[in-house]
């Protein structure tokens, strides 16, 4: 069921992150706002990799998790980091809580809290033997 809930959640940031790839300016204004559409448009090379890592991994260890495969741990930390370093980043040099609001931002720091909690239950189920 955990699984399930996070590979549900990262769909949808999968789904965001296409359509903010692509510029979207319809789909952004309608999430985040005009701030969005101006925070967006110069959103730096380097945070796009990271945020891509970040949904892979968000994709990938929770199908690692059902499989049972101990691969679950480190995708699910590495998913975990690349959500931390952005939210570190974002807020102390983009000023993300300006440009898209505190709904977004809150839903998005609980998403962090979210992917962080699911590394460390990949990590019991492991310590539980129940990962190969």
């Known amino acids: 069921m955990v699984a399930i809930v996070v590979f ?3 769909i949808g ?8 790839l692509i510029q979207d300016t319809d789909y952004i204004d309608a999430q985040f706002g005009s701030g969005g559409i101006v925070y967006f448009a110069d ?3 380097v945070l796009r990799v990271i945020w891509a890592i970040n949904i892979l991994g968000g994709l990938i260890a929770p199908v690692l998790l059902v499989a049972r495969s101990r691969w679950a741990v480190p995708t699910a930390l590495v998913a ?3 959500q931390v370093v952005l939210l570190v980043v974002t807020f102390a040099v983009l000023d993300r809580w300006a440009m ?3 709904a977004t931002s ?10 962080a909690l699911f590394a460390v239950y990949c ?8 990962l190969r």
Do not use: H, S
Request: aromatic residues 16%.
């Open 100 to 102: 898209l609001g505190a």
């Open 106 to 115: 809150w839903f998005d720091i609980g998403v962090g809290v979210v992917t």
């Open 43 to 45: 959103y730096p090379p």
């Open 13 to 20: 940031g999968f789904r965001d992150y296409v359509l903010i």
């Open 8 to 10: 549900a959640l990262y």
């Open 80 to 82: 975990a980091t690349a």
């Open 123 to 130: 990590r019991k189920m492991r310590r539980r033997g129940l």
